[in-house]
Structure formats: structure tokens, C-alpha cells
């Protein structure tokens, strides 16, 4: 098109949000996994990039097969696009502290342990001392937990190892206690103490690829010279430690699980817990967030929280 004798070259333009979604797609690579992220229909998304390279005059993506890539225009929309965000955030971030903690919400996720036996309580305590603050908790493995924590989907989170992700800034938190935990009724349910020898020849309840617990079990097997978890007479992989107490109740096997898990269980007669004779089995639990990202004024608040109490008393 022509003005005046002149091509007509459009005016290039753009908005935070659409900013916001190109960089979640150029770093997840996938309009799929920035859709979870931003919060918007896979089409929605594609829509929004179509619109954006329309107003900018040019393509900024190359679909690949299942891989997206920036063009070179898009890798330098890209540089600037993450300045103009983190701009963004630092000014609602700098504002929403001035006003005080008055409302806004944080998003926590928790490892199976840490999330079904540690956080709920642990959070009604911080909700007492900031009730206009709304808590979300989500629950799943450790893997799946660090993933969503590097993802900017969590904000925070407790897991029951320490965390391999180069960008999790990593705390400590509290100490738990992994014991071998057998049904009622069972031949080795009135021992105090069972040894490695043996508890290698039971039909065992294994927690599935990505769980704290079996990072933990794995090293120590490995630390007395064993192949880790590969040792063990695994007879079914379950997903919780719930469903494994639920497992373990119906004679499916043994297993080892966290001693906080199972202490209604063994008060109640229905699952007694051993220890493995030489080999004390405890580990920690840490607190993470994501060292690349401004943490919001809740999430901060939360996290000295729950630094004071690991300071504290250990909870449960």
C-alpha cells in the first residue's frame, strides 16, 4: 500500500498482556504449556500472537512441529518485552507494599507430606494473623511441585527434598522421619525394629517416579552400598502416601513413609511403624520459590512465616 506516493509502513504497536503471553510462549517454547500459565484457551493464545505480529509488522514465531522458536525480530521483542514486565511488576509490587497487606492472594504449593499433614494447619495460623489474605494450596509430588514452582505457576512452595532446579532459591524448613510402616496383623507388627535383610525380601509399596520420599529411600539404600530403590521387592507404585496407607491397610505390602503420616493409624492399632535396625532414616523439608521473580508482599509475608516457625517449634 501507498500514501502519497510512499509505502505505507503501519505504525508498530503493543500492551503488557500481550507482552506477557509472547514471553510465557517463548519460554516454554509451547503455545499449550503458556496457555496453563496466562490463564487463556490454547486458541485464545494463538489469537493474541497473530494479533500481536499483525500490530508489529512482522512474525515473531516460528512454529516448528510441536517446538516454537523466536524469529530474530521476536528475540529482540523478547529482550525488551521482559524489561517492560519486570517494570511492571516492580511498580505494582512497590505500591502494593506501601498500602500494606490489606488484601491480594498467594499461591503455595506443598509435597504430599508437607501438604496434607504440615501446611493446612500451618496456614490457618498465618490466616489468623492476615485474614484479608487468600491462601491457595496445591498438592502434588515434589517434581511436579518444583516444575510448576520454575513455571511462575506457584509462588512458593514446601517439598520433602532439596530441590535440583538451579533457580529455586532453597530454605530449610523442618525435620521429618521416614519409618517402615507394616498392617495390623502382620508378622512383624509387634517389633520395634526390623532388619534391612528382611524388609528387602517384603512385597513393597513404592511412591511413584518424582516423589520425595523416594528420592530419600533411594539415597540411603545406596549410601549402605545397595541400587537404591531398585533393591526392593516392589509389588505396586502408588501415588500418595494416602494411597499407599490405604494399600498397606489391605494387604498389599509394606512400605516406607513419613512417621507423621501414619500417627492417627498407629495410635488407632490399624498400621504399626518400625525402624530399620542401624539405618535411622530422616530428612527435611525446604522451602522454595523462584529466585528470577519479584516476590509479591503476601508471598513474602508467608515466607517469614513459615521461616519463624521452622525457627520455632517444628509443627506437628
Known amino acids: 500500500m501507498k500514501i502519497s506516493g510512499k509505502e505505507y509502513i503501519p505504525a ?23 496457555s496453563r500459565v496466562v490463564f487463556l484457551a490454547q ?3 494463538s489469537e ?3 494479533t500481536l505480529e499483525t500490530m508489529v509488522g512482522t512474525r515473531l ?5 510441536r517446538k516454537v522458536l523466536p524469529t530474530k525480530a521476536g528475540e529482540l521483542l523478547y529482550k525488551h518485552a521482559m524489561l517492560l514486565l519486570e517494570m511492571k511488576e516492580t511498580a505494582r509490587l512497590e505500591i502494593q507494599g506501601f498500602l500494606g497487606l490489606k488484601g491480594g492472594s498467594v ?9 496434607e499433614y504440615i501446611l493446612p494447619r500451618v496456614l490457618g495460623e498465618f490466616r489468623s494473623l ?9 498438592i502434588a509430588d515434589t517434581g511436579k511441585i518444583e516444575q510448576r514452582v520454575a513455571e511462575g505457576d506457584l509462588e512458593i512452595a514446601v517439598i520433602g527434598s532439596r530441590s535440583t532446579v538451579k533457580q529455586l532459591f532453597v530454605r530449610e524448613l523442618w525435620k521429618d522421619e521416614l519409618v517402615v510402616v507394616v498392617p495390623k496383623g502382620h508378622a512383624l507388627a509387634r517389633r520395634k525394629e526390623i532388619e534391612l535383610a528382611e524388609l528387602l525380601k517384603e512385597p513393597f509399596i513404592i511412591r511413584e517416579k518424582g516423589s520425595g520420599t523416594s528420592r530419600i529411600i533411594d539415597d540411603y539404600l545406596r549410601a549402605e552400598g545397595l541400587r537404591g530403590t531398585e533393591e526392593l521387592n516392589a509389588c505396586a507404585v502408588l501415588g500418595s502416601s494416602t494411597a499407599v496407607k490405604e494399600g ?5 505390602g509394606v512400605s516406607i513413609i513419613s512417621l507423621r503420616a501414619v500417627e492417627t493409624e498407629e495410635k488407632a492399632g490399624v498400621l504399626s511403624a518400625l525402624r530399620i535396625k542401624g539405618l535411622p532414616m530422616f530428612r527435611n523439608f525446604y522451602l522454595v520459590r523462584d529466585r528470577r521473580r519479584i516476590a509479591s508482599p503476601p508471598c513474602t509475608a508467608l515466607w517469614d512465616f513459615l521461616v519463624s516457625k521452622a525457627e520455632g517449634k517444628s509443627p506437628g
Open 130 to 138: 492476615h485474614p484479608s489474605l487468600y491462601v491457595a494450596l496445591e
Open 107 to 115: 499461591r503455595i504449593g506443598g509435597s504430599t507430606i508437607p501438604g
Open 48 to 50: 493474541r500472537i497473530a
Open 61 to 65: 514465531l516460528d512454529r516448528l512441529g
Open 248 to 252: 498397606i491397610k489391605g494387604g498389599l
Open 12 to 34: 508498530v504497536d503493543f500492551d503488557l498482556r500481550q507482552l506477557e503471553i509472547f514471553a510465557r510462549v517463548v519460554e516454554f517454547g509451547s503455545f499449550s504449556k503458556a
Open 43 to 45: 486458541a485464545s493464545v
